[in-house]
């Protein structure tokens, strides 16, 4: 599996869980992914939320995929917020993000409250069940 490999897989198994830090103790939670691209992984989340906030504060973190055939995919990097306009207004208007519309459209989420997310890749760490009695591989993402 190559880098080309993983960005492929990731974006057709969309649900990922996110770890980030708070207070010296782990959190982890499910997101969904917006689409990842050779630069990184793009989601986004409100700036109200503790997500937010542990992102901002500690901007390393690791991302998991369950994806079909058995393979997990965990990827590692630096998050960075993307203040991008064009993107975001991309974001809202995808058919995968109505919900995001209906938010914004009764006044429940305010724009400026919508963040948009890249982790920039490190590395990847790729596990099957297949092989589960072996070592993972690793690919280098960056």
């Avoid at 057709?12 to 708070?22: H, Q, R």
Wanted: some cysteine; charged content about 30%; glycine content about 6%.
């Amino acid at each position: 599996m190559n880098k080309k490999d993983v960005i492929s897989l990731i974006n057709k198994n969309p649900i990922f869980y996110l770890a980030t830090l708070e207070d010296s103790y782990p959190r982890v939670r499910g997101m969904l992914l917006y689409k990842a691209d050779e630069t990184g992984i793009y989601f986004h989340t409100g700036s109200f939320k503790n997500v937010y906030k542990q992102i901002i504060k500690y901007s390393k973190s690791e991302v998991c995929f369950n994806c079909e055939g058995g393979t997990q995919i965990r990827i590692s990097g630096e998050v960075t917020e993307v203040s991008d306009d064009n993107l975001r207004d991309e974001i809202i208007k995808h058919p995968s993000r109505g919900f995001l519309r209906e938010w914004i459209d009764t006044g429940k989420f305010n724009y400026r409250e919508f963040i948009v997310f890249k982790l920039v890749y490190n590395e990847a760490t790729v596990w099957r069940m297949e092989k589960n009695f072996q070592e993972s591989e690793i690919i280098n993402m960056s």
